[in-house]
């Protein structure tokens, strides 16, 4: 069973950063994509941005420009590097992988990791 322990969250004011890491208990390298998801009170959980083996990115739309996301495979570690924090990034932030074994397709989470941004 993969483990995903996040870590790097906390308060910031606007404006501020913080990095996110997100630790797997597997090699990243039997996962294709690895992502950053997050989940306001109240809201859907939605994906925040995710990369693939080959390095491909992709972000929502509202936070294009101010995060970015790496992973190191020697690591097994993938990161989050959000910068510009607004409070409308106020979430708990999941990290998530998947696979497939026979077919089936197998998702994994994080337990999460809380971020606030104050105004």
């Known amino acids: 069973q993969v483990q995903l322990v996040e870590s790097g969250g906390g308060s910031v004011q606007a404006g501020g950063s913080l990095r996110l890491s997100c630790a797997s208990s597997?090699?990243?390298?039997?996962?294709?994509?690895l992502g950053w998801y997050r989940q306001a009170p109240g809201k859907e959980r939605d994906l925040v941005a995710d990369?693939?083996?080959?390095?491909?990115?992709k972000f929502a739309d509202s936070v294009k420009g101010r995060f970015t996301i790496s992973r190191d495979d020697v690591k097994n570690t993938v990161y989050l590097q959000m910068n510009s924090l607004k409070p409308e990034d106020t979430a708990v932030y999941y990290c998530?992988?998947?696979?497939?074994?026979?077919?089936?397709?197998?998702?994994?989470w994080g337990r999460g990791t809380q971020v606030t941004v104050s105004s």
């Open positions: 998530h992988t998947d696979d497939v074994l026979w077919g089936v397709r197998r998702d994994y």
């Open positions: 597997e090699s990243v390298v039997s996962f294709n994509t």
């Open positions: 990369i693939t083996y080959g390095g491909r990115t």
